[in-house]
């Protein structure tokens, strides 16, 4: 059975044995010591029930109200446990804290265009492209973004009070030859002006 928990330090020189491909780009052991000081909310690693550790994710979690989210710095799963699914489960870990916990309204990850494995993996765990950056002497990143379910409940609120398209063209609205008003109160027998107003 897999046990998905939060990394801790003694986990810090287990997971540097992993064989990362020069696309999930080798991290050094300053790069996750940095980051579970940072964030210890967003490490999770995934262990075997003999201890050995499976997988990782780390993310940092940035911005302020509705820029808050939360982006995957680096996930791997060790060669031999590959092919199981597991990275959903460790993605779905981290978006599931970052939501519930950090209460940030999306995840953003950046992959490199060549990574064809992880640009598919994570369109199957429903990230979608967002934009194409290129860093000097960095090379190009694909940013992909997936909302939570803050940004979600937020984008159906604002529909549910913002009157369509459709509704707002078939109001038979008037704009005087001032510009002073648009629809006068004669004329709003079909209580439209009221609904504008409100
Ligand atoms: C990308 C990665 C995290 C996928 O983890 P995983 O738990 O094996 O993922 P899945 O089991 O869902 O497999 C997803 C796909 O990965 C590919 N894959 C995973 N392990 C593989 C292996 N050992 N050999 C070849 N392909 C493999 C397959 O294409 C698979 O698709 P399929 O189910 O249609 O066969 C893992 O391969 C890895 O650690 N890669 C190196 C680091 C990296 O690229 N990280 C992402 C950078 S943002």
Not at 111 to 136: C, D, H, I, Q
Not at 162 to 176: C, F, K, L, N
Request: charged residues 25%; aromatic residues 10%.
């Amino acid at each position: 059975m897999t046990t998905l928990r939060r990394f801790c330090c003694n986990d810090l020189l287990r997971i540097t044995t992993f064989h990362i491909d020069h696309l999930g780009e080798t991290n050094s052991l300053s790069f996750f010591i940095s980051y579970l000081a940072a964030w210890t909310n967003s490490f999770h690693v995934a262990v075997a029930p003999c201890n050995r550790i499976m997988g990782y994710i780390l993310g940092k979690v940035e911005g302020q109200e509705i820029h808050k989210h939360c982006e995957i710095a680096s996930v791997a799963v060790a060669g031999e446990y590959g092919k199981l699914a597991l990275v959903k489960k460790l993605v779905d870990r981290l978006e599931e804290v970052t939501d519930k916990i950090d209460k940030a309204f999306y995840m953003d990850v950046m992959v490199r265009p060549s990574n064809t494995v992880a640009k598919e993996m994570y369109r199957r765990l429903g990230y979608v492209f967002l934009n194409r950056l290129s860093n000097p002497g960095e090379g190009d990143w694909l940013q992909l973004r997936k909302a939570l379910s803050g940004l979600l409940a937020l984008s159906e609120y604002i529909s549910s009070v913002q009157p369509s398209a459709a509704d707002v063209e078939t109001v038979p609205y008037d704009v005087d030859d001032d510009g002073s008003s648009w629809l006068s109160d004669d004329d709003d027998d079909d209580g439209t002006n009221a609904f504008l107003m409100r």
